[in-house]
């Protein structure tokens, strides 16, 4: 972080970090415990002397935290040490961060920093020695049984060539010792950023892809922007984490949007930053808790992986009008505001993510004339963990109907094709055709509604089918695990969609509908429960959401492309409870 602050004065022996790692990994007992899916981790400034992390974390209601920082005592050094002072294993960290795993939450260190990035002294900088590097990182694993490190690269780090090289080949050093040795292990990079994304920390990122380092979160820190321009620092967060998206995009373009959202931190600077504070005359950069109660709900509704601010001690408004303190946020507030407004956030599954996959058809339906034959388009997508080979089939299929996927194995994320051929005796009527995509004892399913043309006519283009579930089946419908058609709480009829929003899924449930090309239309729906999304993906891209004891009618207009073939959806959110969904329509 961009602190002018100065080194603790009091130097300790340091420990040799090959003897940490030998001694510490036999003693530690069970393996670390990954962070929830969804967590907040404010940083915690270790330098402040007479501090107790797990009690001021206890009254601020906070369960994670990172501590800030570790260095090296000079440049050229090798040994990693809290606050460039303190030896791993010496000082009371370990008991504090055992306080916090004892308390369900945990802690996360943190090196380099502002200091550290302009001295020299951030780890891959001083030493030249990929392997002592990556035992400095195996070292803190050992010693605190935890379970990521954040790398804060920031100011004259982001320009050493040679320091992001050595790095990102001790990262993948130390991720396939932790691999090799059952460990949870996952590395952030906390980096600075434009209005818009990335500048030079994108050099940083693209260095970790080429090293085949995996970079499990890219933590923006949204302040201290120190371009002279007015801010709204709510809107710049978002707008600078969609740049990142975006550039998450071109180095990993087989993650989905989603995927790569899930991959983002967001580290604000609650009150006044650090700008003005050297002189500057711009308008300051002012991070409010309204601001922060904007970033909240961006952040669930994206899907973000942690929220976090600089720093914890900071959360009070023990000095207003007073710019980038270390003790005070600046602005009037009361203690722990901002604390409360972020602790929700920490939420999902903490153990360790399984291969998974999912299956999707586009479209989802088609009407076709006897003796004639439709395509379609069978997705596949990486869930969680790594990509599998996903074997495909369909079933289904009445007489004078035949199907068939090929390829008829693809892995995940591959793209196979659905052929259906029907015969001039075809029998008139709709068919729901079953894909199926298997993975060891795994397996997930898609719909492909087929109507055969004759006495009954076709939907009309553009129909959602089943929109009021009064089939009593989901078909064609597909969702999440759990989802469901019930009979209560409805909104019309006597049926309704049941979207099992769980700590670990959305519980999303989608249809493909082909509407016209180019053109303006309108999705509508009505829904209730803890923040209900419901919008359109694929062709068009629109979205909106609502939290409701009762049905709410939402309205979602869309522009479709050249196909006009877009995917309905509606889904909850992580631990927020059931959303039923009722009535669709489209026009």
């Known amino acids: 972080m961009r602190l002018r602050t100065a080194l603790l004065s009091a130097a300790v022996a340091a420990v040799s970090v090959a003897g940490l790692v030998a001694s510490a990994d036999a003693a530690v007992t069970p393996k670390a415990t ?22 001021i974390a206890r009254q601020a209601g906070v369960k994670y935290l990172t501590f800030a920082f570790l260095q090296t005592a000079s440049a050229g050094s090798c040994t990693l040490l809290w606050d460039g002072t303190t030896a791993i294993g010496g000082g009371s960290f370990g008991t ?14 943190s090196l380099g920093g502002y200091t550290a990035d302009t001295t020299n002294t951030e780890l891959a900088d001083s030493c030249t ?8 990182f195996e070292s803190l694993v050992t010693t605190y049984n935890i379970s990521r490190i954040d790398l804060d690269v920031e100011v004259d780090s982001l320009t050493n060539s ?6 990102n080949k001790a990262i993948k050093m130390a991720e396939d010792w932790a691999a090799a040795n059952g460990r949870n292990l996952q590395f952030s990079y906390t980096l600075p950023t434009t209005p818009t994304g990335l500048d030079t920390g994108f050099n940083v990122l693209q260095n970790a892809v080429s090293n085949q380092a995996r970079i499990d979160v890219v933590n923006l820190m949204t302040f201290d922007y120190y371009d ?6 709510a809107k710049d967060t978002q707008t600078a984490v969609a740049g990142l998206v975006g550039q998450l995009g071109q180095l990993y373009p087989g993650k989905t949007e989603a995927q790569r959202y899930a991959m983002v931190g967001v580290t604000e600077m609650p009150g006044r930053d650090d700008y003005g504070t050297g002189g500057e005359t711009g308008p300051p950069e002012i991070f409010t808790v309204a601001n922060a109660t904007s970033v909240y709900n961006w952040a669930v509704s994206k899907g973000i992986n942690m929220l976090s601010f600089w720093a914890l001690q900071r959360d009070n408004g023990g000095c207003p009008g007073v710019g980038g303190n270390d003790s005070c946020s600046g602005i009037a507030q009361n203690t ?9 956030f920490t939420s999902g599954s903490t153990t360790p993510p399984t291969n998974d996959f999912s299956v999707s058809v586009t479209p989802g339906s088609a009407a076709v004339n006897p003796g004639s034959s439709t395509t379609a388009a069978v997705k596949t997508a990486v869930t969680t963990g790594s990509a599998q080979n996903v074997t495909l089939s369909v079933s289904g299929a009445p007489a004078g109907v035949t199907a068939s996927v090929s390829p008829t194995s693809v892995s995940a994320g591959g793209t196979a094709t659905l052929t259906v051929n029907t015969t001039s005796s075809a029998t008139a009527g709709s068919y729901p055709l079953t894909i199926t995509g298997a993975a060891g004892s795994t397996s997930h399913s898609a719909t492909f509604t087929l109507t055969v043309n004759g006495t009954t006519p076709p939907p009309p283009p553009g129909a959602i089918v089943n929109p009021g579930l009064e089939t009593g089946a989901l078909s064609p419908w597909t969702c999440q695990s759990g ?6 709480p409805v909104h019309g009829g006597t049926h309704a969609l049941s979207v099992a929003a769980t700590n670990s ?17 309108k999705l509508t729906v009505w829904v209730r429960g803890n923040f209900a999304y419901a919008g359109v993906k694929g062709g068009a891209s629109a979205e909106t959401w609502t939290s409701s004891s009762g049905y709410t009618q939402l309205t979602i207009p869309f522009t479709t492309g050249g196909s006009g073939a877009v995917t309905v959806y509606v889904h909850g959110w992580y631990a927020q409870g059931t959303v039923y969904a009722d009535d669709f329509a489209v026009s």
């Not at 990954?34 to 009690?55: I, N, R, W």
């Not at 504090?96 to 260190?109: C, K, N, R, S, T």
């Open 96 to 109: 504090e961060i055992a306080a916090l795993q004892a308390a369900g939450g945990d802690a996360i260190p």
């Open 336 to 344: 722990w505001d901002f604390s409360h407004v972020f602790a929700p």
């Open 228 to 233: 002279n321009a007015q801010h709204d620092m």
């Open 129 to 136: 020695d990929v392997s002592k590097i990556a035992a400095g």
């Open 34 to 55: 990954p962070l929830p899916t969804h967590v907040f981790a404010p940083y915690f400034e270790t330098y402040q002397d007479g501090q107790s992390p797990s009690a």
């Open 162 to 167: 040679a320091g992001i090289d050595r790095r």
């Open 483 to 488: 989802g469901a058609v019930v009979s209560t």
């Open 505 to 521: 899924q959305t519980g999303e449930c989608d249809q493909t509908i082909t509407v016209s090309p180019n053109a303006s239309h």
